[in-house]
């Protein structure tokens, strides 16, 4: 392995890739279980990610639990975790970096893969972020409308009352129907202009238009099988958020690198 020194960084010229010159290949689910391997692959040979996911995640729950128990927010602590998904491409940047210098035969460090920052790739993945948040923050605050628009401006005397109302009312399973069906919309539009929009600012000068472009065109043309992939990532970050937060730190690095894999067998 080589490690690359700051003159050895690509530079990107100011003419930037427009989407028409970038092609979408066609995939197979074959190729979802090998990225998922070869992210396990990146994983195991820069395995001291863990304890970095593991304090992230631990602070980030953390501070929004107990904003929403300290407010009467009670309803909105399954809202705030699940929309960690939505979050998660911003989160998973620097695995995707360490997969490209991987791949490239330089090491894997945690210093190398935030250079990002001072190249031209910097300003696209400011905006793609800037957009994952609105998203985030809109699920927010539409989760509190449906419980609104449910029961009124009841509160929760206590988490506990509010599951049993959940699990045991008519309002309550309205709640769960109508939380995962919009739930799924916000994911189904983060999926699709986030599936290789970051990978694609880091490997090419694009611009965010035309990295959320190429994303919902390769999202469009493997629709099936990406939506697998949406299910295995979906699945794969709720179990490890259901382990108490410790299984994301093995959940999130993997599927950050196999996203870089997947980004490389859809773009041409």
Same mark, same amino acid.
């Given at each position: 392995?080589?490690?690359?020194?700051?003159?050895?960084?690509?530079?990107?010229?100011?003419?930037?890739?427009?989407?028409?010159?970038?092609?979408?290949?066609?995939?197979?689910?074959?190729?979802?279980?090998?990225?998922?391997?070869?992210?396990?692959?990146?994983?195991?040979?820069?395995?001291?990610?863990?304890?970095?996911?593991?304090?992230?995640?631990?602070?980030?729950?953390?501070?929004?639990?107990?904003?929403?128990?300290?407010?009467?927010?009670?309803?909105?602590?399954?809202?705030?975790?699940?929309?960690?998904?939505?979050?998660?491409?911003?989160?998973?940047?620097?695995?995707?970096?360490?997969?490209?210098?991987?791949?490239?035969?330089?090491?894997?460090?945690?210093?190398?893969?935030?250079?990002?920052?001072?190249?031209?790739?910097?300003?696209?993945?400011?905006?793609?972020?800037?957009?994952?948040?609105?998203?985030?923050?809109?699920?927010?605050?539409?989760?509190?409308?449906?419980?609104?628009?449910?029961?009124?401006?009841?509160?929760?005397?206590?988490?506990?009352?509010?599951?049993?109302?959940?699990?045991?009312?008519?309002?309550?399973?309205?709640?769960?129907?109508?939380?995962?069906? +919009?739930?799924? *919309?916000?994911?189904? #539009? $983060?999926?699709?202009?986030?599936?290789? &929009? =970051?990978? /694609?600012?880091?490997?090419?000068?694009?611009?965010?238009?035309?990295?959320?472009?190429?994303?919902?065109?390769?999202?469009?043309?493997?629709?099936?099988?990406?939506?697998?992939?949406?299910?295995?990532? +979906?699945?794969? *970050?709720?179990?490890? #958020? $259901?382990?108490?937060?410790?299984?994301? &730190? =093995?959940? /999130?690095?993997?599927?950050?690198?196999?996203?870089?894999?997947?980004?490389?067998?859809?773009?041409?």
């Amino acid at each position: 392995m080589v490690e690359l020194t700051h003159h050895d960084e690509p530079s990107f010229e100011d003419i930037a890739v427009s989407a028409k010159e970038i092609s979408v290949r066609k995939i197979k689910l074959e190729d979802l279980w090998q990225s998922l391997r070869e992210g396990y692959a990146d994983y195991g040979a820069k395995p001291s990610s863990i304890p970095l996911i593991i304090l992230f995640y631990a602070l980030f729950a953390l501070l929004f639990t107990l904003f929403a128990f300290g407010q009467d927010l009670r309803y909105l602590a399954f809202p705030v975790v699940a929309g960690f998904t939505l979050i998660g491409p911003i989160i998973a940047i620097a695995f995707f970096e360490m997969s490209r210098r991987r791949e490239k035969g330089l090491q894997m460090r945690w210093r190398s893969s935030f250079r990002f920052i001072h190249t031209s790739s910097f300003a696209p993945i400011l905006a793609l972020s800037m957009v994952m948040m609105i998203l985030y923050v809109a699920w927010l605050y539409m989760a509190e409308a449906i419980f609104f628009g449910l029961f009124g401006g009841t509160y929760p005397e206590s988490m506990s009352a509010f599951i049993n109302e959940v699990f045991t009312t008519r309002h309550g399973g309205a709640l769960m129907a109508y939380g995962n069906f +919009v739930g799924f *919309l916000f994911a189904f #539009a $983060a999926m699709a202009i986030s599936v290789v &929009a =970051f990978p /694609l600012v880091l490997d090419k000068p694009v611009t965010s238009i035309t990295a959320i472009t190429v994303s919902i065109k390769a999202f469009t043309a493997n629709f099936y099988v990406l939506a697998v992939w949406g299910i295995v990532v +979906v699945t794969l *970050l709720t179990l490890g #958020a $259901a382990l108490f937060l410790v299984g994301l &730190a =093995f959940a /999130l690095p993997v599927l950050g690198h196999a996203t870089w894999h997947l980004y490389r067998k859809l773009i041409e």
